[in-house]
């Protein structure tokens, strides 16, 4: 406990003085450090304690509870927002400790994973500090994730129903969740019945396999929650918070410069009469992986969840640094079950900020200096895109499960 | 111009014009002179236009606020004195040189469309096949 408390009390003092220099550098500096949707957020919540709709606020594209949550910022410290997500990193950060915990990961080693990926790492302190609310949402799946693990599934319902509400991207949780609920303890009569034959055949096997009582209930749960939230703002904002919360995710096509290696073929052919079919040809490969990656994995929900988000992040249309945050809250979580030499482990993660700097540069000489440098920006997309690919299949290569690696042992 | 007015992330072609108020301040060089600074954003262009121009209106406004009324011709517009919508001022057009700003912004160019459609598909291909003969080969698909 010792340790743990010192992890948080480190990640804690870093993420403050972040927040402090963040003000300094914003006093001070042509460049802010504060995130540009962190002005967007307390607009907003001056909107609100106006009693006016948030959606006032151009580009203001959340959840209304968001503009609520940050009333403080208005209120009290424009600061409060910033401080609310160091909060939640923190929290995230004790939810997967007990996570890795409750699966058997020694307390050290737990520990040291929640360390190492998440509460001393730089991004997601980075993250938080500049004004980016992702560790609210890193901290509802997490929850989830735990609450499932733990056989509590009302309460991962309501998790998982405001996680979706607050970010659209943990819908893509829900196969594996349901396909891990579906295979707890008790139910393997059920799926070692006709598990042979055609793959068409396992695969409907599956879908009919899976609609049992936790996965009724979990659906059920999840989509009430998720539905009286869109009700209850409907009510209140209309049709704006429905058009900017959900569809303009949905249907989002951010043509400026970002990670995504389909940033550069998405601008040129912005007007063409190709833009459809080549939205669609994007939208493919993370498609078939996500289901693919799902049927192989779900038996360990922290790893498929893992996979799902870093391949998700990796080949949307859009990709910015925040986005990381959304697999790196699950590294801790996998980081036990992947046998990989440190040596092959530090030169992934070096390739990967490599990557990022290579795409940074010609960023930055772009944004700041006038150049023209957008193919060096998308060959570096492409490079990311690589590395990227690269590493995910490296992590599924070197991932064992302990107890597959146990029944191994006990096979030979 | 506040924020609330303009998208500030849409590209220029489908930007919607904005009315900017721009508040001059004294020159204190000069009795008859006004100074005010408008920060320009150059947004995403449509690709290959190689040069954008940017011309700011070629007439201005001037409120009478601190001026004597006599020399004035009656007020030809009613509008906010500031962002601060409460209170109104009156505001009449004047003569002045009007200026032309060139600003080049970089724009993506049309000709590397089909290169750049091309081996971003491929390579995003060739990254999900990679990432799918993992999932095949390592992931569990039956008991």
């Given amino acids: ?412 | 111009m506040s924020e609330n007015m303009s998208n500030m992330k849409a590209p220029e072609y489908l930007a919607q014009a904005a009315v900017l108020l721009l508040f001059l301040e004294p020159e204190s060089r000069c009795s008859r002179c006004f100074r005010g600074t408008v920060p320009v954003h150059a947004r995403y262009h449509r690709p290959a236009d190689c040069l954008s121009c940017l011309a700011p209106g070629d007439a201005g406004m001037l409120s009478l606020g601190q001026l004597s009324a006599e020399c004035w011709e009656p007020a030809e517009v009613n509008t906010p004195c500031s962002s601060d919508t409460t209170s109104s001022c009156q505001w009449h057009t004047t003569k002045h040189t009007p200026v032309k700003l060139m600003l080049r912004v970089p724009v993506g160019h049309r000709e590397h469309s089909s290169l750049v459609c091309a081996l971003t598909l491929l390579t995003t291909g060739l990254c999900s096949g990679l990432i799918l003969a993992a999932a095949c080969k390592y992931g569990h698909f039956s008991q």
């Fill in chain 1, 1 to 412: 406990m010792a340790g743990v408390g010192a992890a948080l009390l480190a990640g804690l003092l870093a993420r403050l003085a972040l927040v402090l220099y963040g003000l300094h550098q914003d006093r001070t500096m042509r460049v802010r450090y504060t995130d540009v949707d962190y002005r967007v957020f307390t607009d907003a919540a001056r909107l609100v304690t106006e009693g006016r709709s948030p959606y006032r606020r151009a580009t203001y594209r959340y959840t209304p509870l968001l503009a609520w949550l940050l009333t403080p910022n208005v209120l009290l410290t424009e600061a409060f927002g910033k401080l609310l997500f160091v909060a939640g990193d923190l929290a995230a950060a004790v939810v997967a400790y007990r996570a890795l915990r409750r699966r058997g990961t020694p307390a050290g080693r737990a520990c040291g994973c929640c360390a190492a990926a998440w509460l001393l790492n730089p991004l997601p302190m980075a993250v938080s500090s500049r004004g980016n609310a992702e560790a609210l949402v890193a901290l509802l799946v997490l929850a989830t994730l735990y609450w499932v693990e733990a056989g509590s599934v009302g309460k991962a319902a309501v998790c998982y129903g405001l996680a979706v509400h607050m970010k659209i991207y943990p819908v893509s949780y829900a196969l594996p969740i349901a396909l891990r609920l579906s295979a707890a303890p008790g139910r393997g009569a059920l799926r070692d019945r006709a598990a042979k034959g055609t793959v068409m055949a396992r695969l409907w096997h599956l879908l009919v396999t899976m609609l049992n009582r936790d996965v009724v209930l979990f659906g059920t749960l999840a989509g009430s929650v998720l539905v009286a939230l869109t009700v209850a703002f409907y009510h209140l904002y209309g049709w704006e918070f429905l058009e900017h919360a959900y569809l303009y995710h949905l249907t989002r096509r951010d043509i400026r410069h970002n990670f995504s290696p389909y940033f550069y073929m998405l601008y040129l052919t912005a007007e063409s009469k190709w833009s459809f079919a080549l939205g669609l040809a994007a939208f493919l490969p993370q498609l078939l992986l996500l289901l693919v990656v799902s049927i192989a994995f779900y038996r360990d929900l922290a790893f498929s969840c893992f996979l799902h988000t870093a391949i998700f992040v990796t080949f949307n249309k859009v990709c910015t640094s925040q986005y990381f945050v959304w697999y790196l809250c699950l590294l801790p979580l996998v980081m036990p079950s992947i046998k990989m030499s440190w040596h092959r482990a530090v030169l992934l993660l070096s390739l990967w900020f490599m990557g990022q700097g290579l795409w940074l540069t010609p960023a930055f000489f772009l944004e700041f200096k006038g150049y023209n440098t957008y193919l060096f920006i998308w060959m570096a997309g492409l490079l990311f895109l690589l590395i990227n690919s690269l590493i995910i299949v490296q992590i599924i290569a070197h991932y064992q499960k302990e107890t597959q690696a146990a029944k191994k042992l006990k096979q030979q």
